[in-house]
């Protein structure tokens, strides 16, 4: 009798034991699946909307000097299913590889699958824009063509459970057409964990 309780209670063992291997064997595999599929960071898609120039003072006496105020909006869209939350930044507009505007971003939070937009303005160094040697030939075309960088410090979360730091970073082609003042832009960016 005492030998059939201890065979009773190994095979029992051996059951458990396996059971409980094929259910981490199967949480293991569901949860690499998630992660590889629905849970893969994807890129974000963050653009610039200008909505026009403002306050552009031109003179051509005693020296060619420019100011101008770019207003736009900044839309970041999130295709995780994590939200991401970042700090204070700020995006600089270069001219042909010199910096003449910095643009302020606040702090924000993206909803998972979901978008933020960002109301700021970039206040343009005339001074710098003026000096740069392909400033006359851009006037001449009729359009003045910046490129936008951004960098976001922040953190994403998933499920309220995982967190983790990521940076956003973002890299803008701007079009300014001098004679209507409208403006193009097109974007890409990437996340990195």
């Known amino acids: 009798m005492a030998d059939y309780g201890k065979s009773s209670r190994r095979r029992g063992l051996k059951i458990c034991c396996g059971v409980s291997a094929i259910v981490l ?20 898609e963050i653009t610039a909307h200008p909505i026009g120039l403002e306050h ?16 736009m909006v900044v839309t970041i869209g999130n295709r995780n299913y994590g939200s991401f939350k970042f700090g204070n930044s700020t995006a600089y507009m270069d001219f ?19 978008k933020l937009n960002v109301t700021t303005s970039a206040v343009v160094m005339g001074d710098k824009l003026v000096e740069n040697e392909f400033f006359m030939g851009d006037v001449e075309s009729g359009c003045l063509n910046f490129t936008s960088t951004a960098t976001l410090h922040g953190k994403v979360s998933v499920l309220k459970i995982f967190k983790m730091h990521a940076i956003a970073i973002s890299s803008c082609d701007i079009s300014i057409w001098i ?9 890409t960016s990437k996340l990195k964990l």
């Open 179 to 187: 004679a209507t003042q409208n403006v193009e832009s097109k974007c």
């Open 56 to 71: 552009v003072n031109i003179t051509f006496f005693p020296t060619l000097a420019i100011n101008a105020t770019l207003d």
């Open 96 to 114: 042909h590889g010199e910096t003449v505007a910095e643009v302020p971003i606040g702090a924000g939070l993206v909803p998972a699958r979901g």
């Open 25 to 44: 064997v199967v949480f293991i595999t569901v949860v690499t699946t998630l992660a590889l599929t629905v849970f893969k960071p994807k890129q974000p």
